[in-house]
């Protein structure tokens, strides 16, 4: 089976969009009782510390993240981070749905994984991390079942034009028993727009599909049929409320932009006007952003290659320029220096290779490498009487890293419309 395309900018990822955020007093947190998922447990009493919270609400959990969970949960922990890791440009795996599926469909890790995600709901903030974990959860219980003849038979037929997204009304009768459910709940959303909230059964059919039954491309499929989902995964949840937050943005300009493209390569950028939230007419922004790049803002919240197209070459699946109006947590007016904190904590592993100051608005400008020569560039602006940033980040691998200049002249000559930019 050849690998899976890399997908990145996952909405079903651990890289939340959110930078660390609190989730209450350790000591006093309510316990949950998670309900009996059919494990060897029984019901469990789950008890999250606020270390873990946090690590939900991080982009890059720390290492130790899956050590801060309750003991009897930890291998689901580990697996949720694997997962992550494997949704990124920097995956384990050289299979991509075979190592997946492997990892979250091992003996007991789907319960554990929803009761983390019951406990997570209860106890931490609503991020985007506590959000996407009864997706994981469902993904997990399609990831544990074996290869079943007549129902394989069936996925090759409806995966056989990569044009079509697959009937699942269609599969139903013939599924292990243990996806029924949630194949009928994403049968009765489609077509309605809910298809959004049953991420994890999309995921969870195009992986048993691909690891089970040896279907090429059908996770890569599944995975962007979500894009077309109306799965909204904005900022962290919250709505501002201050009275800057529905101003229209002074025009960009994307001049400076396509003045530091380098010749010959194919990179042209234009200015639109986008609302970054998904409340209408709020936190509206002036980009600059690529022309001919897929706007993926419900999917991941950037603006991306669809990865498919020969006119952006080579620019590809692994090179993201996303936008946001972000706010760290709960969104009210704070002192953003402090809140945001040292970089490094975000994007451990990368090394910082510039950081200064932003002109016309506080904020800060940095640029990072990885160990295998990908870039990240970063541009937040901020106004501690506003109730979230602007930040503007750029994610290209190592065959493209000499287009960072051009990118972050546009992340910085793109204008919020709620920060004073002089």
Not at 6 to 14: D, Q, T
Not at 38 to 49: M, R
Not at 124 to 137: D, F, K, M, N, R
Request: some cysteine; glycine content about 12%.
């Amino acid at each position: 089976m050849r690998p899976i395309l890399r997908i990145i900018g996952a909405a079903a990822s651990m890289a939340v969009l959110a930078t660390l955020g609190a989730c209450g007093d350790e000591t006093s947190a309510p316990t949950t009782t998670a309900g009996d998922t059919g494990s060897a447990s029984g019901t469990v009493e789950v008890q999250l510390s606020e270390e873990f919270c946090a690590g939900l609400a991080q982009e890059n959990p720390p290492s130790d993240w899956a050590d801060t969970a309750p003991a009897e949960l930890r291998q689901g922990a580990a697996a949720i981070v694997t997962f992550g890791e494997a949704m990124s440009p920097r995956s384990p795996f050289p299979d991509y749905a075979t190592g997946i599926a492997d990892t979250l469909g091992a003996d007991g890790v789907a319960e554990q994984i929803d009761q983390l995600a019951t406990a997570a709901v209860e106890q931490c903030e609503a991020t985007e991390g506590v959000e996407v974990l009864p997706q994981i959860a469902t993904a997990a219980v399609f990831a544990g079942g074996t290869a079943d003849g007549p129902y394989c038979d069936a996925l090759r037929t409806e995966f056989a034009d990569p044009s079509e997204q697959p009937a699942v009304e269609s599969l139903v009768d013939l599924a292990p028993a243990e996806q029924r459910e949630a194949l009928e709940q994403l049968a009765s959303s489609t077509g309605t727009g809910g298809v959004g909230a049953n991420l994890g059964a999309l995921l969870g059919l195009g992986l048993y599909a691909e690891a089970r039954c040896d279907i090429d491309g059908a996770f890569g499929m599944m995975f962007l049929a979500s894009a077309f989902a109306g799965e909204a995964t904005g900022s962290s949840s919250g709505s501002g409320g201050e009275a800057t937050a529905g101003n229209r943005p002074d025009p960009a300009d994307a001049t400076p932009a396509n003045a530091a493209v380098a010749g010959g390569t194919n990179l042209t950028f234009a200015v639109q006007e986008v609302a970054l939230t998904d409340e209408p007419d709020t936190y509206l922004a002036s980009i600059v952003a690529p022309e001919g790049w897929k706007d993926d803002r419900e999917l991941s919240g950037g603006f991306t290659t669809s990865g498919f197209d020969a006119s952006l070459k080579p620019f590809g699946l692994f090179d993201e320029m996303a936008f946001r109006a972000g706010c760290g947590g709960r969104c009210e007016p704070k002192d953003w220096a402090a809140e945001l904190g040292p970089i490094t904590e975000r994007f451990q592993g990368r090394t910082v290779t510039e950081e200064r100051s932003v002109e016309g608005s506080d904020g800060r400008v940095l640029t990072l490498q990885d160990s295998s020569g990908g870039v990240t560039g970063l541009v937040q602006r901020w106004d501690d009487t506003a109730a979230r940033i602007f930040e503007c980040e750029v994610d290209l691998d190592e065959e493209n890293a000499a287009a960072l200049p051009a990118f972050m002249a546009a992340c910085e000559a793109s204008r919020p419309g709620w920060i004073t930019v002089d």
